[in-house]
């Protein structure tokens, strides 16, 4: 069942068809369920924008899924599930339609805002990583899979968040969003080690590791000591460098869509500080974002994000336009 507010995007955006529609509907439960951050941060998008993301999100979300379905299939099942899905995805996007009904909102997405198919190439590519990667040896090693994993994800958005104005350089504005991908993403990997740990993985640079004096079976156990303490602020103080990086390319997107990034970036952000906050113990319980401080976040960006759409077109438009 599609909610009001829902519907109400999908009018806006111009999205018509059933099947369509309700392909959107589903990315949009995705991100909703999955993406409590990236969620909250969309709905300060104009309605016209915010499905377009919600199929971004989706696509990424359901090929995250099937990579890391560790309670109900095998390593060999995942596998030939993934190459199975992302084969007939990738023919798709080529041919322009499909049946599927994730991949139905993200081609048309693809389409509308001429998004290039490299940027789904090199997502997948990542994800096919994940099935058989563990570790990776230095930060320029990650910073690779962080490229597929991450910053194509911020380069599939733009067209869609547009430009400040046409005298911003689209490659500079790219470089912003590889960067903030990149935050993202370590700000990820910093939280979720034990959780990556359980499934095998360890998203820290073995170079760090090293230099901290820090191994698999220090981390395995789960007690947060001087070094693991001395490798995390090592790494919190690399993710923040790449969110001071990324700032200034928050004021080259359109107004309207600087709300949603500079929600994101600053709840985000804030994870790093709660880490340090619970003494660097990310073995205990998922470190979050406290309700308050993200409803807080949240209003204030409401408030601008509504002052912005103030006379803003209806539709966006895509890059070229």
Known sequence: MTSVLAARELAAAGIEGAALRESYVRCRRLNAAHGKTFFLATLLLPPAKRPFVHALYGFARHVDDIVDDHASTTAEQRAALLERWVGDFLLDLEWGATSDPISRAVIDTSRRWDIPSSYFVDFVDAMRSDLTVTSYATYADLEKYMWGSAAVIGLQMLPVLGRADDTVRWD???????????????????????????????????????????????????????????????????????????????????????????????????????????????????????LRRRAQVGLSGLQRARSARRGDPPTPTPRGS
């Open 172 to 290: 500079v504005l790219e470089q912003h969003a590889v960067d903030l991908g990149l935050a993202f993403q370590l700000t990820n990997f910093v939280r979720d080690v034990a959780e990556d740990l359980r499934r095998g993985r360890i998203y820290l640079p073995q170079e760090s590791l090293d230099q901290f004096g820090v191994d698999r079976e220090r981390l395995a156990r789960g007690r947060v000591d001087e070094s693991i303490r001395n490798l995390l602020a090592w790494e919190i103080e690399r993710a923040r460098r790449l969110y001071a990086r990324a700032a200034p390319g928050i004021e080259l997107v359109h107004p309207t869509s600087r709300d949603c990034l500079r929600t994101a970036s600053t709840l985000y952000g804030e994870i790093l500080t709660e880490i340090e906050r619970a003494d660097y113990d990310v073995f205990s319980a998922r470190v979050r974002v406290g």
